[in-house]
């Protein structure tokens, strides 16, 4: 089934260091490919997506690439501040199936 | 971005009694809601999926009976938590879908969370 693996975390950064946070994917067909993000005791927001090959979603300095030859979706951001800190979550959705398939998540942490 | 909103947002009940908990699409209709559980420090676990006008789909391994969905307009899903327990503690969220052409798209509330005593 289709599945998405998400770096362990985590991931500890000093402000305005670059970001990188790492996605892959296995999926049947042609998925659209998504960036959420939680905050602490909030819900998830739609950080960015992409529906296609070579799309790139942008959002608030994160961006993310859909790249079809390596299933990957790779999230990053040039100057992380700490007020992104939070869990960032990979997710897919198959066309059709309509159920968002989550990685685990990774939390960011950034301090001053 | 679409408004998705959760009531309430923070609920504490005595063990046996039963919450319901009110999802709703502030700004565009959703056929599709979705309810999911997270435990701390982990992903989102789907728990149903809610249909407007017709019965929830819900997950291997999720009580029908326990957790009982109802969709009745295009802007409002309900779960109901019934005779909870101590183990039903946990966050709750809800999703909207929104389509738009052949695009969609799922819009998160900002979650419940449910303390079980």
């Known amino acids: 089934g289709d599945s998405v693996t998400q770096m362990e975390g985590p991931v500890t950064l000093s402000e305005e260091a670059f970001l990188t946070i790492n996605c892959t994917y296995t999926a049947t067909g042609y998925p659209s490919l998504f960036w959420y993000v939680q905050y602490p005791g909030e819900g998830l927001q739609l950080l960015l997506k992409a529906t296609k090959a070579d799309d790139k979603g942008s959002n608030k300095g994160f961006e993310a690439t859909y790249r079809k030859e390596t299933t990957s979706f790779h999230l990053e951001k040039g100057s992380v501040q700490v007020s992104d800190s939070a869990v960032y979550f990979c997710?897919?959705?198959?066309?059709?199936?309509?159920?968002?398939?989550f990685g685990t998540g990774t939390r960011l942490l950034v301090s001053p | 971005g679409a408004v998705v909103s959760q009531h309430p947002s923070r609920v504490i009940c005595k063990s046996g009694t039963s919450v319901k908990i009110e999802c709703r699409s502030l700004?565009?209709?959703?056929?599709?809601m979705f309810w999911y559980r997270q435990f701390p420090k982990q992903s989102l676990m789907l728990m149903a999926t809610s249909n407007e006008g017709s019965k929830a789909t819900y997950e291997q391994g999720v009580e029908k009976d326990k957790f009982l969905i109802n969709h009745a307009s295009l802007t409002l899903s309900t779960l109901t938590v019934t005779s909870a327990h101590p183990e039903d503690s946990s966050f709750y969220i809800c999703?909207?879908?929104?389509?738009?052409?052949?695009?969609?798209?799922?819009?998160f509330g900002p979650g419940t969370r449910l303390l079980v005593l």
């Open positions: 700004d565009f209709q959703a056929t599709t």
């Open positions: 999703s909207a879908r929104e389509l738009r052409g052949t695009q969609e798209t799922q819009y």
């Open positions: 997710a897919l959705m198959n066309t059709g199936f309509q159920k968002l398939v």
